[in-house]
């Protein structure tokens, strides 16, 4: 099963650039780039750096796609 996120939308509701979340979370600029085009999962670090930066449950940054098989 595929995992997804909604950090974009996230990240933009709450009015942040991927400058700032890069330099909070001490990644580049291109990591959350990545992650937000779903071309790279985080590691369970920056994983629960990201949810701990949003203040959000993990359910609500993270999913897992069900499989159609």
Do not use: C, G
Request: zero cysteines.
């Amino acid at each position: 099963m595929p995992a997804t996120n909604k950090i974009r939308e996230i990240r933009k509701e709450k009015r942040i650039s991927q400058v700032k979340m890069a330099e909070d979370l001490q990644v580049t600029r291109q990591t959350i780039n990545a992650i937000e085009k779903h071309k790279y999962n985080p590691s369970l670090e920056l994983s629960l750096k990201i949810i701990k930066y949003f203040n959000m449950p993990i359910e609500a940054v993270f999913t897992l796609e069900e499989d159609d098989r």
